[in-house]
């Protein structure tokens, strides 16, 4: 299989930024998550470089999230409402919105175990990718795991894209603005969040402010005085 022109014909043709969301989210509801918070980072004064999204679900160990990076490769069943079918649904989402993605998920004994893919090599590589992780230095999971856990001591898995490449949102702002439409995450997840079953948050910083929305419930916005890390 040319993986690159694989992923080329799933985001171009099915993925928006909304549905790359719905994939994650979706993902989070099946590993029975309570929480998933949405982070955007800056790479500029305004510029949106960094897209995180967390979960405090089951979590994946070393072995499952290898194979949950593996191209077409273990299909699980899906529910009726989910998007993909392929084995390909959250390495497409991803790469629909970045270049770069690493997930990072900490199991329930415990165990943190993180792995990085990137598009520009997928893509350059075509038929002869193989492996479904590459290391790099770049990326300290165990410190990335401790900034953007729900909690760092339970299990959970965090979704790290950069370098973003969708073109809908040119700043953090407008993208969580953008997400916090009623009409999208809080209109899918609505009895999951009506039942006090899932809460989703939206984080980002402001004038160097940190400042958090609860998504599909009014008058929920907290402020807290925080300097970024970035």
Same mark, same amino acid.
């Given at each position: 299989?040319?993986?690159?022109?694989?992923?080329?014909?799933?985001?171009?043709?099915?993925?928006?930024?909304?549905?790359?969301?719905?994939?994650?989210?979706?993902?989070?509801?099946?590993?029975?998550?309570?929480?998933?918070?949405?982070?955007?980072?800056?790479?500029?004064?305004?510029?949106?470089?960094?897209?995180? &999204?967390?979960?405090? +679900?089951? #979590? =994946?160990? @070393?072995?499952?999230?290898?194979? !949950?990076?593996? *191209?077409?490769?273990?299909? $699980?069943?899906?529910?009726?409402?989910? &998007?993909?079918?392929? +084995?390909? #649904? =959250?390495? @497409?989402?991803?790469?629909?919105? !970045?270049?770069? *993605?690493?997930?990072?998920? $900490?199991?329930?004994?415990?165990?943190?175990?993180?792995?990085?893919?990137?598009?520009?090599?997928?893509?350059?590589?075509?038929?002869?990718?193989?492996?479904?992780?590459?290391?790099?230095?770049?990326?300290?999971?165990?410190?990335?795991?401790?900034?953007?856990?729900?909690?760092?001591?339970?299990?959970?898995?965090?979704?790290?894209?950069?370098?973003?490449?969708?073109?809908?949102?040119?700043?953090?702002?407008?993208?969580?603005?953008?997400?916090?439409?009623?009409?999208?995450?809080?209109?899918?997840?609505?009895?999951?969040?009506?039942?006090?079953?899932?809460?989703?948050?939206?984080?980002?910083?402001?004038?160097?402010?940190?400042?958090?929305?609860?998504?599909?419930?009014?008058?929920?916005?907290?402020?807290?005085?925080?300097?970024?890390?970035?």
């Amino acid at each position: 299989m040319d993986v690159g022109r694989t992923l080329n014909a799933f985001t171009e043709g099915t993925y928006g930024v909304e549905d790359s969301l719905f994939e994650f989210l979706d993902n989070s509801e099946v590993a029975n998550a309570n929480n998933v918070r949405i982070y955007a980072r800056p790479g500029g004064p305004e510029g949106l470089n960094k897209i995180i &999204i967390a979960d405090d +679900g089951d #979590g =994946m160990t @070393a072995v499952e999230l290898v194979a !949950a990076l593996v *191209f077409a490769g273990v299909i $699980r069943i899906r529910a009726p409402h989910e &998007i993909s079918e392929f +084995g390909v #649904g =959250m390495k @497409a989402a991803a790469f629909a919105l !970045a270049k770069k *993605f690493v997930l990072i998920s $900490r199991d329930s004994e415990g165990n943190l175990s993180g792995a990085y893919l990137n598009l520009d090599r997928i893509a350059l590589e075509g038929y002869f990718y193989q492996d479904p992780t590459e290391k790099n230095p770049t990326y300290n999971y165990e410190e990335l795991w401790s900034e953007f856990a729900i909690d760092p001591n339970t299990s959970g898995t965090i979704i790290y894209l950069e370098e973003i490449t969708q073109s809908k949102y040119a700043t953090s702002a407008s993208f969580i603005a953008g997400i916090r439409n009623p009409s999208l995450l809080a209109l899918r997840y609505r009895a999951l969040i009506d039942s006090g079953s899932l809460v989703i948050t939206t984080q980002n910083f402001i004038k160097q402010t940190l400042v958090t929305h609860i998504i599909g419930v009014s008058a929920a916005r907290l402020i807290s005085p925080r300097r970024p890390s970035f």
